[in-house]
């Protein structure tokens, strides 16, 4: 097969995999040095690097032969897809290739599991070895890690990557039982302690060698199995409390030709997802608990943001005078970042603070004027019930946003 073919097989079946920002790596250049590259610590999708070009990633598995029979992946081993593999050296040539052409930026790379979890994770070293000791390459590099792979080979991945991955699968160990019997809960998360102990030893001693200096992700497959988000978000939630993961991310199942029973022949609706990603933000950047999202079971409201559902069940907490509150009170309110309350934070040591002033700082004032109260504005909503209020803050049905 031609490495395009390869190439056009292997680039398709990483398109399910979310788990690939480059956010959070460090900054680091090849100007006036030997090697090429350069990282600035940015997201992917629209990266810059200092010379301003706006680059990507090189998202790819290096094989997606797997020995492993998951029911909800495209790959699994009953699959009637066509198979590729690549050899360690043809992605070294393929991202020198592509940097070299100004296309990407870095690398993400992946794989299904072929002869054994050491082996896989062998190559995937071997070829951020190859990229960093043989050609200098000081761009981005995320590899997927391999549970049952051997610590040790583990602790060399991250020698060289900015960031590792061990994706969680499924928010349940049940379903993951049930759907994807070859994997263990266990030596998923024995794999990300030893990725988050490989950090925390990195960060006690000064001279140590870096370890995966971007941290770690996850990744969750959302809508093959029944789990509502309130358990997927304490499950978010739990890793991140105990594994430090830098993100969690969501994505919504995709159907697969010739799927198994087992799982759903429908995806669930994106807005799903959206709602799922719009919550961990609450958790990691405003303070939220994800029993303040949901009491109970159940999923995430579709028609309002998870900010506002928490506002509407609150109402007790409102109207917020934005002279007076904390600002993570102020942080609190639907339509005010954090950031703006940082800013209304500063901007009121120099005077009152004014409606006008939200319109300066470009707050989103339809859904913040209700919970709010400044020097010239008080809201004539703030009696009105939860329930009205809602229907006149819902977001408007947009074509396929259920899809």
């Not at 991945?157 to 991955?165: C, E, H, I, K, W």
């Not at 809960?185 to 990300?192: E, F, L, Y």
């Not at 995806?267 to 990691?284: M, N, W």
């Not at 009170?329 to 500063?346: F, N």
């Amino acid at each position: 097969m031609q490495l395009i073919e390869k190439l056009t097989v292997l680039a398709d079946a990483a398109k399910y995999d979310a788990s690939c920002a480059s956010s959070s790596a460090p900054n680091r250049s090849s100007k006036g040095k030997s090697g090429i590259g350069s990282t600035n610590g940015m997201g992917i999708c629209h990266s810059f690097t200092p010379d301003g070009r706006c680059v990507a990633l090189l998202k790819i598995l290096l094989t997606n032969f797997c020995l492993y029979d998951c029911q909800y992946c495209v790959n699994r081993r009953s699959s009637d897809v066509p198979r590729a593999r690549f050899t360690p050296e043809e992605v070294v040539t393929l991202t020198l290739d592509f940097y070299k052409r100004n296309c990407i930026s870095g690398l993400f790379l992946s794989s299904g599991i072929i002869r054994s979890a050491d082996y896989t994770m062998e190559q995937l070293v071997r070829v951020a070895k190859l990229l960093r000791e043989e050609h200098e390459f000081r761009g981005y590099i995320h590899l997927k890690t391999i549970p049952d792979a051997d610590p040790l080979l583990i602790a060399e991945a991250g020698r060289y990557a900015d960031r590792l991955s061990v994706n969680i699968e499924l928010p349940t160990e049940s379903s993951l039982i049930r759907l994807a019997p070859e994997k263990q809960v266990r030596t998923i998360k024995q794999a990300m302690h030893s990725i988050h102990q490989g950090e925390s030893e990195a960060r006690a001693e000064k001279r140590a060698p870096r370890f995966a200096p971007a941290g770690q992700s996850t990744q969750m497959i959302i809508g093959a199995d029944a789990t509502d988000d309130s358990t997927i978000l304490h499950t978010a939630a739990s890793l991140y409390g105990n594994y430090r993961l830098r993100r969690v991310y969501y994505s919504a199942f995709s159907p697969i030709p010739q799927s198994p029973n087992t799982v759903p022949f429908e995806a669930p609706p994106l807005l799903r997802e959206h709602r799922l990603y719009q919550a961990d933000f609450l958790l990691r950047g405003y303070g939220f608990d994800v029993n303040e999202l949901l009491s109970g079971p159940g999923n995430l409201a579709l028609d309002i943001d998870p900010k506002l559902a928490w506002a509407l069940n609150n109402r007790e907490h409102f109207p917020v005078d934005l002279n007076r509150a904390e600002p993570a009170m102020i942080a609190r309110v639907p339509g005010i970042g954090v950031l703006s309350a940082k800013r209304l934070v500063a901007l009121r040591r120099q005077k009152r603070i004014r409606f006008e002033d939200l319109t300066r700082l470009r707050c989103a004032l339809e859904k913040a004027k209700p919970f709010i109260v400044t020097q010239d504005y008080r809201p004539l909503q703030a009696s009105r019930e939860s329930l009205l209020l809602r229907q006149q803050l819902s977001e408007t049905p947009a074509q396929m946003a259920l899809w």
